[in-house]
């Protein structure tokens, strides 16, 4: 059986600092780099003051042929973000094409933070 196409969308809150919205992407292309093969697609979509915005960065994916689209909050906390807006922006995507669309886990969920955190605080 063939691997179904998967594609990433990172998404973060959106930001009216550009500088801060293009950390955010060079993230997204770094994970691109580093998949290794398990995405054929990736990029960041933002919740709101940045494009692409959450719908239209999945959309893209399954424009694509995305078979499977795993979005990732890249969010610390399971605040209302999290937990409602990221759910209900994810549900505007007109999927006709009948892909699979999931919502990973958060950043902060993430059992390796604190050994990332220490690390950083050594630096």
């Known amino acids: 059986m063939a691997e179904r196409r998967r594609g990433l969308v990172l998404v973060a809150h959106g930001s009216r600092r550009e500088a801060s919205n293009d950390e955010v992407r060079r993230v997204a292309a770094q994970l691109a780099e580093q998949s290794a093969g398990r995405f054929e697609m990736i990029h960041a979509a933002f919740l709101e003051l940045a494009e692409p915005l959450i719908p239209a960065g999945v959309q893209c994916c399954i424009d694509n042929g995305m078979e499977e689209v795993v979005v990732l909050p890249y ?29 990973a886990p958060y950043l902060g969920a993430a059992p390796g933070l604190a050994d990332i955190l220490l690390e950083q605080s050594e630096k």
């Open 75 to 103: 969010f610390l906390s399971a605040g209302r973000h999290v937990v409602e807006d990221i759910p209900a922006e994810v549900a505007k995507v007109n999927n006709t094409t009948g892909a699979e669309v999931r919502i």
